[in-house]
């Protein structure tokens, strides 16, 4: 059975600080998204990394892949209040349809 | 583009009731779309993969009677909980796969 597990589960941190949120899964993929969900809301899509050493960059936020070690991490750079939101890593198993497994989710609270 | 909607957007009923949410691609058509459950302050877990003129693969533990998921069109997919009790009170949302999958708004089920 596939797990992602993402750590951490919660995360306080005062803006302009940096800090990496980790993504591991426990079986071959080489395909991972990250989401964040705001309360209430949907998921918004972030990243699509598709190969392993994926490294992808929009603004404040990057996510790398390393299909070896089984981890994506999401990177924040110089935190805003902004960024305050649920972030999910997804594993896609590909077992012939697509088949997404979601991690927990980090709860991020960007204080001022 | 890689529009997807949801309707209801919200929903109140009584136990016992059924209900049915719609999802639908706007600009795409989708020969598989998914439908997931999110309780507060979870993840998204699967319940279902949709798949346009056949049955739709449910997963462990889901109750395939309860839920009935029907995908007439390339377009359209609908999730029906069946004789909804409170236990079944969530968000749903429902995705549709173009490469990857595109995520409906969600819809929130009270059930009283």
């Known amino acids: 059975e596939l797990k992602v597990e993402q750590n951490p589960l919660f995360l306080s941190m005062q803006e302009g600080k940096n800090y990496t949120i980790y993504c591991n899964y426990s079986?071959?993929?080489?395909?991972l998204y990250w989401y964040r969900q705001d309360p209430g809301k949907s998921l918004e899509s972030l990243f699509v990394?598709?190969?392993?050493?994926a490294v992808k960059q929009e603004g404040r936020l990057m996510a790398s892949l390393d299909t070896k070690a089984r981890l994506s991490t999401l990177h924040i750079t110089a935190a805003v209040h902004d960024l305050s939101a649920t972030y999910f890593c997804?594993?896609?198993?590909?077992?012939?349809?697509?088949?997404?497994?979601f991690g927990q989710g980090t709860r991020l609270t960007i204080n001022p | 583009g890689a529009v997807v909607s949801q309707h209801p957007s919200w929903v109140i009923c009584k136990s016992g009731t059924s209900v049915k949410i719609e999802c639908r691609s706007l600009?795409?058509?989708?020969?598989?779309m998914f439908w997931y459950r999110q309780f507060p302050k979870q993840s998204l877990m699967l319940m279902a993969t949709s798949n346009e003129g056949s049955k739709a693969t449910y997963e462990q533990g889901v109750e395939k009677d309860k839920f009935l998921i029907n995908h007439a069109s390339l377009t359209l997919s609908t999730l029906t909980v069946t004789s909804a009790h409170p236990e079944d009170s969530s968000f749903y949302i429902c995705?549709?796969?173009?490469?990857?999958?595109?995520f409906g708004p969600g819809t929130r089920l009270t059930v009283l």
């Open positions: 990394l598709l190969s392993n050493g």
């Open positions: 079986t071959t993929s080489d395909r």
């Open positions: 995705s549709a796969e173009l490469n990857e999958q595109f």
């Open positions: 600009d795409f058509q989708a020969t598989t």
């Open positions: 997804a594993v896609d198993l590909r077992q012939g349809a697509q088949k997404l497994v």
